[in-house]
């Protein structure tokens, strides 16, 4: 089992920034790929961002690339996802999970967080 607990979420004005964190607990952190996905009301949740184990390889949706960076801290058990240049358009619940390999389907991932609300004013 893995335990994954969100934070860093909160509301932000257009063009600012917010780090989101993801501290996991339980089996070894870096066996897992951890992606992040994000669920907008009334939407599907999608892909937002994946890093292997060893945080060697990240693939990000085209929707946030250049402005959101994905990491990890395999020592702290932590991944992260800074996010820049914010649009009202990346308003959401942000997830992270946990998967045996990097992958951009939600269906693949093991192991969710509860969500952290992140909300961008125009």
């Known amino acids: 089992q893995v335990q994954l607990v969100e934070s860093g979420g909160g509301l932000v004005q257009a063009g600012g920034s917010l780090r989101l964190s993801c501290a996991a607990s339980g089996r070894t952190f870096s066996d897992y790929a951890m992606g992040w996905f994000r669920q907008a009301p009334g939407k599907e949740r999608e892909f937002v961002a994946t890093?292997?184990?060893?945080?060697?390889?990240?693939v990000y949706a085209d929707s946030v690339k250049g402005r959101f960076t994905i990491s990890r801290d395999n020592a702290k058990n932590t991944a992260y996802l800074q996010m820049n240049s914010l649009k009202p358009e990346d308003t959401a619940v942000y997830y992270c999970?946990?998967?045996?390999?990097?992958?951009?389907?939600?269906?693949?991932?093991?192991?969710w967080g509860q969500g952290t609300q992140v909300t961008v004013s125009s």
């Open positions: 999970a946990a998967s045996p390999r990097i992958d951009q389907m939600a269906s693949n991932y093991i192991y």
């Open positions: 890093v292997t184990g060893l945080g060697r390889t990240t």
